[in-house]
């Protein structure tokens, strides 16, 4: 129902830094949830990080303290800014979005180099 279009990624040697982009189709009022997940080869979807209409952000454990979650409003935007990525962080990136169900994006591939 929501059209969500991820941008941003790629390849990073570990340390630095990548900024993920989340272009929605429809206001992010009507999104009463917006996230970010990643997914490895092999592994199991996991949560990257979380945040609500009202502004409230929740973090993988993994990932607190460099990765950022945002909105623009204006722009019906949501971001990630990952900062000091590992080779860890390496998986494809999906942004989410909730309004009467979970929606998701095509995925960005980010890889980080040793």
């Known amino acids: 129902q929501v059209q969500l279009v991820e941008s941003g990624g790629g390849l990073v040697q570990a340390g630095g830094s990548l900024r993920l982009s989340c272009a929605a189709s429809?206001?992010?009022?009507?999104?009463?949830?917006m996230g970010w997940y990643r997914q490895a080869p092999g592994k199991q979807r996991e949560l990257v990080a979380h945040i609500t209409n009202g502004g409230i952000t929740n973090y993988a454990d993994s990932v607190k303290g460099r990765f950022t979650i945002s909105r623009d409003n204006a722009k019906n935007a949501v971001y990630l800014q990952m900062n000091s990525l590992k080779p860890e962080d390496t998986a494809v990136y999906y942004c989410s979005a909730l309004t009467t169900r979970w929606d998701w994006g095509q995925g960005t591939q980010v890889t980080v180099s040793s």
């Open positions: 429809e206001s992010i009022f009507s999104i009463s949830v």
